[in-house]
Each structure stands twice: as C-alpha cells, then as structure tokens.
Nanobody
Framework: QVQLVESGGGLVQAGGSLRFSCAAS????????MAWFRQAPGKEREFVAA????????FYADSVKGRFTISRDNAKNTVYLQMNSLTPEDTAVYYC???????????????????WGQGTQVTVSS
C-alpha cells in the first residue's frame, strides 16, 4: 500500500504562483507513475499533468500547458507541480495520484491510477 500526502495549497491572487508537493510513503520500493488531477465545485475530476517513473514522459492538459510544470525526485519519493500565471479558473481541489508502473508509462485517465492523496485546496482570487 502507498500513501500520498499533498502539501502546498492555499489562496493566491490571479497571476500568482504556487508549488505543490506530493510525498509517497509505504511501499515505495516499487516504481510509480505520478499524476495531478483537480476537481472544481460542481465539476468532475479532471486531468492536470502526469509524469512517468523515469521522467521521460510527461503529459499536460491543454488548459495548463505552458503555465504548469510537473517534476519528480525519486530519491525523495516526491512529485512536484509548479503552477504559474494562475487564474480563477484554476480554483479547485488538487489531487496527487500514483500507479505502480515503471518506465515511461503514464495516463491521462483517472481510473488508471490506483493510489490517491487526500487533496489540497487552491483558491485563485481575481
């Protein structure tokens, strides 16, 4: 079993930046692809960004491309999401997700991720 704990959410003004961290604990000897999803009030959970175990494959949602950067440090079992040029449309609860796949595997589909964090709120004021 793997536990994911997000940190770094909060309130920020439009145009500002935030950086998330997601630390994995538990059965971290396996290899995991990692992703970020978000869910705004009244909307379904949507894909934001994903990174493969080896960092060789990265996906971004079109809505965040050029503004958000996903990265990882496997030595620390941690994945990061740097968010710049935030807009009120980025307001949501952000979730970290993991799936035990190595190499360059990754997915935009939420049902393909087995492990989830508890979520962290981001509010962008206009």
């Amino acid at each position: 079993q793997v536990q994911l704990v997000e940190s770094g959410g909060g309130l920020v003004q439009a145009g500002g930046s935030l950086r998330f961290s997601c630390a994995a604990s538990g059965r971290t000897g396996s290899r995991y692809a990692m992703a970020w999803f978000r869910q705004a009030p009244g909307k379904e959970r949507e894909f934001v960004a994903a990174i493969s175990w080896n960092g060789g494959s990265i996906f971004y949602a079109d809505s965040v491309k050029g503004r958000f950067t996903i990265s990882r440090d496997n030595a620390k079992n941690t994945v990061y999401l740097q968010m710049n040029s935030l807009t009120p449309e980025d307001t949501a609860v952000y979730y970290c997700a993991a799936q035990s796949k190595g190499g360059m595997w990754l997915s935009r589909l939420r049902y393909e991720y087995e492990y989830w964090g508890q979520g962290t709120q981001v509010t962008v004021s206009s």
